[in-house]
């Protein structure tokens, strides 16, 4: 079975950091590129990061841009996104996604659970 | 970035009618290289993750009922459930893939009236 397993989600204080971790399993996780995507509540899908199946690129939305960095380590099938200097307007649900197939195009037929990120003080 | 604009934010439909859902792109999505439009759409039951219904504007996911169906071109698109059943209520939203970064409408919730 294909499935995204996201943890790492918790109550953080404004300014502070925390890693969010995505296991895949039921395919070959080093052939595709993956995503990030949030859902604060109540509100719509918002694309966050995306990292190629090499790891070589990757890419931000400019919400996020130079206070979180996207990851992947292969050999664990295993995706991060480290969240750095943390706002109260990054309260989501973050979704781990994966492209449909491998492709140029990002569009996402595989999403996990999520995992709740809460910036309060 | 490429700004999606659905509309109604919210319709209600009783069971076994047409319900149509509208996505306007800020600009084309008509993808270069196959001469296709680069749009998704995506259902999100309470409490679940979006699943992908439709690509390429009109292209039905493997194991999505065809009573659903995509069609528009350009900036124009719409998303037609050809007879609302009960398991169908969700928020329903578009996505842009032509161009990076992609993005996201922000919903349609669909009810049962």
């Known amino acids: 079975e294909v499935q995204l397993v996201e943890s790492g989600g918790v109550v953080v204080q404004p300014g502070g950091s925390l890693r969010l971790s995505c296991v895949a399993s039921?395919?070959?996780?080093?052939?595709?590129?993956m995503h990030w995507v949030r859902q604060a509540p109540g509100k719509g899908l918002e694309w966050v990061s995306l990292?190629?199946?090499?790891?070589?690129?990757?890419l931000y939305a400019d919400s996020v841009k130079g206070r979180f960095a996207i990851s992947r380590d292969n050999s664990k099938n295993s995706l991060y996104l480290q969240m750095n200097t943390l706002r109260t307007e990054d309260t989501a649900l973050y979704y781990c996604a994966r492209d449909f197939a491998p492709q140029k195009v990002h569009y996402m037929a595989v999403w996990g659970k999520g995992t709740t990120v809460t910036v309060s003080s | 970035d490429i700004v999606m604009t659905q509309s109604p934010d919210s319709l209600a439909v009783s069971l076994g009618e047409r319900a149509t859902i509208n996505c306007k792109s800020s600009q084309s999505v008509i993808y270069s290289s196959n001469n296709k439009n680069c749009l998704a759409w995506y259902q999100q039951k309470p409490g679940q993750p979006p699943k992908l219904l439709i690509y390429w504007a009109s292209t039905r996911e493997s194991g999505v009922p065809d009573r659903f169906s995509g069609s528009g071109s350009g900036t124009d698109f719409t998303l037609t459930i050809s007879s609302l059943q009960a398991e169908d209520v969700a928020v329903y939203s578009c996505?842009?893939?032509?161009?990076?970064?992609?993005?996201f409408g922000g919903g349609t919730k669909v009810e049962i009236k």
């Open positions: 990292i190629t199946s090499d790891g070589g690129t990757t």
């Open positions: 996505q842009q893939y032509c161009v990076n970064p992609v993005t």
């Open positions: 039921g395919f070959t996780f080093d052939d595709y590129t």
